[in-house]
């Protein structure tokens, strides 16, 4: 069983669950809380935005350079919110052989709303009916592009306070971002990210360092309930973004300053002290300016920069800006943009994978790039470092804050396990089916027409999913929905909750609590488990 907690960090049971604090009955804080695994989703077709620009009529280059994005990953009809945190938890848990008994807390981050009562996270609990657990925290939480962060925050908040149990906490951060026809479709995208969250972690939160702004706007916002289309004002949102990285890099930067004088360090913060940079990510072309703004940021605080050489060499003309009044000073921008190419390149074009092949996610944004730079640089390459992130919902929330990397890089350590686990990504996003823009301006026009229609029957062809994507079989007059798994094995049924691993059975951790019984599969077929979104 897992381990109960009794003070903070003290462990009353000899069993050491991986990533629980050490049973050493010191009350202390649980060491290095943070990310333990991470598993990211992203559907099995795209676009191609070089030919999208061509049929939407566009010049060459407004999508693919303006914008810095290559392709964009979309659902069909029988994919949703739902089945995509179900496919991403269900992945995450047998990849790393896992037994859903050993999660005491689970939290959905979205804003790809389909029931204005009922949760995502409830749907995805029948994923838990085999191990018996129903002892779950956490709910859903909702602002944009933040929800996901903050449902991060609160996981790592829950195994920091008296409330833990000595159980892993599960994020899910997923959203379908679809626009009407126009200027903003091809920014949309579609995924799902799923990160355990324990003790002894590889990616460990900087305790004390978050700087976060929260501010009302109406920069983007979706209220017709009838439609999944946002209201945009793309400008507004373009300067709420850049206001708010200000801010809170302002902030997370006092904050570091406050920790090392505590410390005795003397030394002034910049970008240089982070090994890598990440950040949301609606397009591309907004994280390179984003950085540019952040290296702004740093000529602007320092006393004596040195103009003649290094990075700010030929800035001198810019010293007396002031940053609210530059968000478009097209002149500002050029000169950054120009003196932060190294560092660009350096600490912040590798987390781009993902949202230059899929689009932006919405919640799974900043995450999506956090597994691109994990994916692609080894163990001994991360160990030690210092990863920034910032994280940003329209509205507006956001907040920059910090990750340090485990310096054990050593075959078999949290970090190699982490790396291993991503180190294909570039060969899944490769392996996606291109379809062609009529496609997908047809699949549009469909998920338009039917959405939050019931009874429905989806149209989309299941054989074209990954194997073991859950998939939405119907929706009936009630609006209950149903789904089904498709095979990993491509011929076999799955049964929601089972750990289909090689090391399940020796990790698996026998569940305290009776079994509840599986919900009834009125209408699936003998070749799929079934299981629906429960009454209203």
């Known amino acids: 069983m897992y381990s109960a907690l009794g003070k903070r960090g003290v462990v009353h049971s000899s069993y050491r669950m991986p990533g629980s604090a050490p049973a050493n009955g010191e009350a202390t804080w649980p060491k290095d809380v943070g990310v333990i695994a991470l598993e990211i989703y992203f559907p099995s077709q795209y676009v191609d935005q070089a030919e999208l620009e061509q049929f939407d009529g566009v010049s060459a280059g407004k ?14 009809d029988c994919e949703d919110i739902n089945s995509l945190c179900l496919t991403v938890v269900q992945r995450l848990m047998e990849r790393n052989g896992l037994s859903y008994d050993q999660v005491g807390r689970l939290e959905v981050g979205t804003e790809t709303i389909i029931d204005k009562s ?40 829950w195994v920091e306070s008296s409330s833990w149990d000595g159980r892993y906490a599960l994020v899910v951060a ?44 109406y920069d983007f916002y979706k209220p017709d ?10 400008k507004l949102s373009i300067e709420c973004y850049l206001s708010a990285l200000d801010r809170c ?36 072309k907004l994280v390179q300016k984003s950085l540019a703004r952040l290296v702004l940021s740093d000529f602007l605080n320092h006393p004596r ?3 003649e050489t290094g990075p700010f060499s030929g800035l001198e003309a810019f010293r007396e800006v002031k940053p609210e009044e530059t968000y478009f000073n097209r002149d500002v921008e050029k000169a950054f943009m120009k003196a932060s190419t190294e560092m660009f390149d350096q600490k912040t074009k590798a987390s781009l994978l993902v949202s230059n ?28 470092q210092r990863i920034g992130l910032f994280s940003y919902g329209s509205g507006f929330a956001a907040t920059l804050y910090s990750l340090r990397v485990s310096q054990d890089a050593t075959p078999g350590s949290g970090l190699d396990k982490l790396c291993a686990s991503l180190c294909d990504l570039k060969a899944r996003l490769d392996s996606r089916r291109k379809v062609s823009p009529a496609i997908f301006a047809e699949n549009m026009q469909l998920r338009e027409e039917t959405h939050h229609l019931a009874p429905y029957a989806p149209q989309g062809a ?65 070749e799929a488990v079934t299981v629906s979104n429960g009454d209203h």
């Open 357 to 384: 092949q899929n689009g932006n996610m919405y919640t799974p944004s900043v995450y999506g790039c956090l597994a691109s730079v994990i994916a692609q640089h080894t163990p001994q390459h991360l160990a030690g």
């Open 462 to 526: 299941v054989e074209e999913l990954f194997p073991g994507t859950w998939y939405l079989t119907r929706v009936d007059e009630k609006h209950r929905r149903e789904y089904s798994r498709r095979s990993l094995n491509d011929d076999l049924p799955l049964e929601a909750g089972l750990v289909n691993s090689t090391t399940a059975t020796e990790q698996h951790i026998p569940s305290p609590v009776k079994k509840m019984p599986r919900l009834p599969a009125s209408t699936a077929g003998p």
């Open 305 to 307: 920069p040195n103009t």
């Open 118 to 157: 009922k949760s995502v996270k409830t749907v995805v609990m029948q994923l838990f009916e085999e191990s018996g657990n129903t002892d779950v925290e956490g709910i859903d939480t909702t602002n944009a592009c933040y929800g996901g962060t903050a449902a991060l925050f609160n996981a790592v908040n």
């Open 174 to 217: 997923g959203d379908i971002a679809v626009y009407a026809t126009g200027s903003a479709r091809p920014t949309g995208g579609a995924g799902a990210i799923a990160m355990l969250v324990g003790p002894n972690a590889p990616l460990a939160f900087d305790r004390g360092l978050r700087g976060t702004h929260m501010q009302h706007a």
């Open 249 to 284: 890099y302002s902030v997370y930067r006092n904050k570091i300053h406050a920790q090392w004088q505590k410390e005795g360090v003397d030394k002034r913060f910049s970008l240089e002290d982070f090994g890598y940079m990440v950040f949301h990510s609606p397009y591309c």
């Open 63 to 76: 999508y693919t350079v303006g914008l810095g994005q290559a392709r964009m990953g979309f659902c069909s």
């Open 225 to 234: 309930m009838a439609s999944e289309y946002p209201v945009v004002d793309g």
